[in-house]
């Protein structure tokens, strides 16, 4: 398949499980953006929540016909950093789009392998860390992994509806926009009263990291 890549970056993990680090390591881990442009029309209702565009932009934009040179891509970012190698793939939907082939890519050149999905589809085996974010109206098939992250609040997505599912991790992150502050007290209220889900705040948006 061909990898429609948005972005390539390495930064600081921002939110959820650990602020700060991978779930790993401490070290940086890097992202790739980019929704497939030949996604089903079920898998575009489920992907269009996560407001991405599909756009390719920056020095990274490309589509990539093989895994290769993709991977090569993410090692530049890393520069000469070999150990504990941790890289996200996240989106659009990035289950539209990572395969076996880039998963034993990536495992082949050392990386452990994140996912940030919204649990629409199916994952490929040999990932390392998944983390479910549902999306109000949108059919769950994802029901286990590591750490469902859930924006709060959301009509029709309450907390509750979730905490059944085989997930390590419980996160409640605050929805952003112009009621940002009233979404947090909200979210601290409900981790208060449920001490399963953790906060989660995005520190790499105060940080002004990407």
Not at 18 to 32: H, K, M, N, R, T
Not at 45 to 58: D, F, H, K, Y
Not at 163 to 172: D, G, V
């Amino acid at each position: 398949m061909s990898y429609a890549i948005k972005e390539i970056f390495l930064t600081l993990q921002g939110e959820a499980r650990l602020p700060g680090a991978s779930p790993y390591s401490a070290v940086s881990p890097a992202a790739i953006y980019g929704p497939d442009a030949k996604k089903t029309e079920r898998a575009r209702n489920a992907a269009s929540a996560i407001p991405t565009s599909s756009a390719l932009t920056g020095p990274a934009a490309a589509a990539m016909p093989m895994p290769a040179p993709l991977v090569d891509a993410i090692e530049t970012e890393w520069g000469a950093g070999t150990l504990r190698r941790f890289v996200v793939l996240t989106g659009g939907e990035p289950l539209l789009q990572v395969d076996d082939a880039l998963v034993a890519e990536l495992h082949a050149r050392g990386f452990e392998i994140g996912i940030e999905t919204n649990g629409t589809l199916q994952p490929v085996a040999g990932l390392d860390w998944i983390c479910v974010s549902p999306k109000a109206g949108t059919e769950l098939t994802m029901t286990s992994g590591d750490e469902l992250k859930l924006v709060y609040p959301q009509p029709g997505a309450a907390p509750e509806a979730f905490e059944a599912l085989a997930f390590r991790h419980f996160s409640l992150q605050p929805m952003d926009g112009p009621d940002v502050a009233r979404n947090t007290e909200q979210a601290i209220a409900y981790c208060l009263a449920h001490p399963r889900w953790r906060l989660s705040v995005q520190t790499h948006k105060v940080l002004g990291l990407r």
